[in-house]
């Protein structure tokens, strides 16, 4: 076999797994060797399917002793198989760095003989790019459950970033899909590594030579509809995630129908990405937007609006937290305002030091107006002309091409959102 | 200073297109107490309607004015209108000139005075270039022709001296050259320095098998890496628009139809020639 077939197929094998980010840590190659690395992370391409291409992506192996349902590396699926020697892999990975194809590597593997052994080949491909082509570039290694924790340290030495896969966001969902795995070996190392984290970067502290431990942190990955967990279980224990283990990002993937199994949905399911975009929407405003799990769902209301991002979501569910006046409000309750993000809040921010902002200021600023107007004042003044009937509020909300459609029959009655089917046409919650 | 009182003019300054030259338009226009109508290389066809005057490049009066520019407006204010002055916007030099004066009657917050017509204009096209450099970071593909890299773009904004940090801290130890064809110049760099260069044409030597297959191999990987049931052509547009694509390996497949090169042939070729247009020949 040789190493075109090898890739194809090892490629192939790792592609579902979405953490493709190169981000979370500064470097430059010192003299002698090659690659650096930017905090910001860099894409140095975008697949058909839209994803940013920054690693090299592939699986050491696609050979696993493991038959975790929804995996097209399981033991029991009928798929031709491949292993890249640690050689050939290291050899790949910086003949792609050269040429600037890609920003790093970003490896994986299915289970072969065992942990052990499977990790001993991770370490083994890092070892030959980090010593003998002195590679420095970026760096993302799977952490494989139930290896050894002497090797998970080595592996730490040697990567940016690690990651353990969660995969299936319950206990239950996982003794059903995934019998070979329990919730046990998969925090087991997730914790392991965050205090080998916690206690290296006490080492630089004193030491600032000290060798650096997974120096971009962790990251993890769920899988979003293979199983009945609702959105709000599943941010709950994002939420968790970022506090208790300190990830640096949770992943969400929606579920490609890869197997056939009365436990999962069939094989013509289309994979839920509506809810992924959701969620994602939703990690944001948890990491970067103040606000918690908490605030943007609840028992009563489970489920996203497929229809309204999280952020107008909770501000119909607010209003009275509005209008707030641009030229006095404090940063963090601008980042409330739908069609306010990050930087146009930093902005009104540094701008409004010089001068009291108007509308017209606003729309240079890089704000939203169309969705802003509605929940703002400037210098206690709202917007002219604004239609503060209830319909032009909600279609500057909505998505434009369904308001085209005129897509208008909206019932303002709470519905319960099924998993696996498209969304009926309903506007959820308690408008106003 | 007293830019309130100075008056419009009606006048066109010429300048040589160097950043001293702009710095000279600078400092005319204080001393003359006039603040023109436009900037314009003193190559392009003179106006029927308006009168213009030359402004000559002097290294010393261009030096006076960026001596004054961190003293007056900050340290940050010079970086910026260096970046500036790299950009595609139209007028950029009269925006630069109008945002100088605004700075030396208002000190360091111009930097802060988002909302104002020039600074404003100024800061989305430093955004736009400074997006454009890191989109290249990224997008830039290599070439390797006798062990040196060598990478073709077309930026809109003149992003070179914006890419030298980047690729120098990530390949101290080769030999690169990044040809920028929208303004015919070069980065080149040898270990460890680095220079950018006019560089009118450049003509690709014959790939050797390495490189063909290292080529085939991103091809069958990007490929692969794509989900089907996710398919989604315009969002991969709006992160990458097409113009881009046109100098990435991964959307150049004719290389596919030629006839399969013949072993060592090419190497061969490669070594004899040392003065191929392909491997770039430093002095320094």
Not at chain 1, 134 to 148: C, E, L, M, Q, T
Not at chain 1, 323 to 329: G, K, L
Request: proline share 5%; charged share 20%.
């Amino acid at each position: 076999m040789d190493v075109f077939d090898k890739l194809k197929i090892l490629t192939d094998a790792a592609k579902y797994d979405v953490a493709c980010t190169s981000s979370g840590v500064n470097k430059k190659a010192t003299p002698g060797s090659i690659g650096n690395a930017s905090a910001a992370g860099i894409c140095h391409s975008f697949s058909a399917d839209g994803r940013c291409i920054s690693l090299l992506k592939v699986l050491m192996t696609n050979i696993c002793s493991y038959d975790c349902k929804y995996c097209v590396n399981r033991r029991s699926h009928d798929t031709p198989r491949a292993s890249f020697t640690p050689r050939e892999l290291a050899e790949l990975t910086i003949n792609f760095y050269r040429r600037n194809y890609i920003e790093g590597l970003f490896l994986s593997s299915g289970v072969l003989k065992s942990p052990d052994y499977t990790c001993e080949q991770l370490i083994e491909a890092l070892r030959i790019l980090r010593e003998e082509y002195r590679f420095s570039g970026y760096i993302h290694a799977k952490a494989i459950p139930g290896a050894d924790s002497l090797l998970l340290t080595r592996l730490g030495m040697l990567a940016d970033r690690m990651s353990v896969n969660i995969e299936l966001p319950s206990q239950n969902s996982l003794q059903l899909l995934a019998p070979d795995k329990t919730k046990h070996s998969i925090l087991a190392p997730m914790s392991y590594i965050q205090n080998r984290i916690q206690e290296n970067s006490r080492d630089i502290v004193k030491y600032r030579h000290a060798p650096k431990f997974v120096p971009a942190g962790q990251s993890t990955q769920m899988i979003i509809g293979a199983t009945p967990e609702t959105d709000f279980q599943i941010l709950n224990l994002t939420e968790g995630l970022y506090k208790k283990y300190k990830l640096k990002r949770v992943f969400f993937s929606a579920y490609m129908p890869v197997a056939e199994d009365s436990l999962l949905p069939t094989l013509d399911t289309k994979p839920p990405l509506l809810r992924e975009h959701r969620l994602y929407q939703a990690d944001w405003l948890l990491r970067f937007y103040g606000f918690s799990a908490n605030e943007l769902l609840d028992q009563q209301q489970q489920s996203f609006n497929p229809y309204l991002d999280p952020k107008c979501n909770w501000a119909l569910h607010h209003v009275e937290f509005f209008p707030i006046d641009v030229n006095s409000a404090p940063y963090h309750d601008l980042l409330r305002v739908p069609g306010i993000g990050v930087t146009s809040a930093m902005r009104i921010v540094t701008a409004r030091r010089m001068s009291a902002l108007r509308f017209d200021d606003l729309k240079k600023l890089g704000v939203v107006l169309k969705r802003a107007q509605y929940f703002i004042t400037c210098s206690g003044k709202t917007r002219e002309g604004n239609k503060v009937s209830q319909n032009a509020m909600l279609r500057s909300l909505l998505p434009e091409k369904m308001v085209e459609s005129g897509d208008s029959h909206f019932s303002l009655r709470p519905e319960q959102l099924s998993l696996f089917d498209q969304p009926s046409l309903s506007l959820q919650g308690r408008i106003c | 200073m007293h830019s309130d009182r100075d008056s419009d003019s009606d006048l066109i300054y010429y300048y040589d297109g160097s950043f001293d030259g702009l710095l000279c338009c600078v400092f005319e226009s204080y001393d003359k107490k006039e603040i023109p109508l436009d900037i314009l290389l003193a190559n392009t066809s003179y106006s029927q309607l308006f009168s213009g005057k030359t402004i000559r490049t002097d290294l010393q009066k261009a030096s006076r004015v960026s001596a004054s520019i961190p003293k007056k407006l900050g340290p940050s204010a010079l970086h910026f209108i260096r970046h500036a002055f790299l950009t595609c916007l139209d007028q950029k030099e009269l925006n630069i000139l109008l945002f100088l004066r605004l700075g030396y009657s208002h000190g360091p917050s111009v930097m802060n005075m988002l909302t104002n017509d020039s600074v404003n204009k100024l800061f989305k096209a430093v955004k736009h270039l400074e997006r454009e450099s890191h989109l290249l970071t990224g997008f830039l593909r290599f070439s390797i022709f006798n062990n040196v890299l060598v990478g073709t773009i077309a930026p809109k904004n003149f992003v070179l001296p914006l890419l030298v940090q980047h690729f120098c801290e990530r390949f101290p130890e080769e030999r690169f050259l990044i040809h920028d064809k929208t303004h015919g110049m070069g980065l080149i760099y040898q270990p460890y320095n680095s220079a950018v260069i006019p560089v009118d044409t450049l003509e690709m030597p014959d790939v050797d098998e390495d490189e063909h297959t290292f080529r085939e191999l991103w091809q069958l990987f990007y490929d692969t890496i794509a989900i089907q049931g996710r398919y989604n052509p315009k969002c991969r547009m709006s992160h990458m628009p097409m113009r881009y694509w046109k100098y990435m390996t991964e959307f150049d497949r004719t290389q596919k139809e030629l006839l399969p090169s013949l072993p060592g042939v090419n190497r061969k070729m490669l070594s004899s020639n040392t003065a191929a247009p392909g491997k770039p020949v430093l002095s320094s």
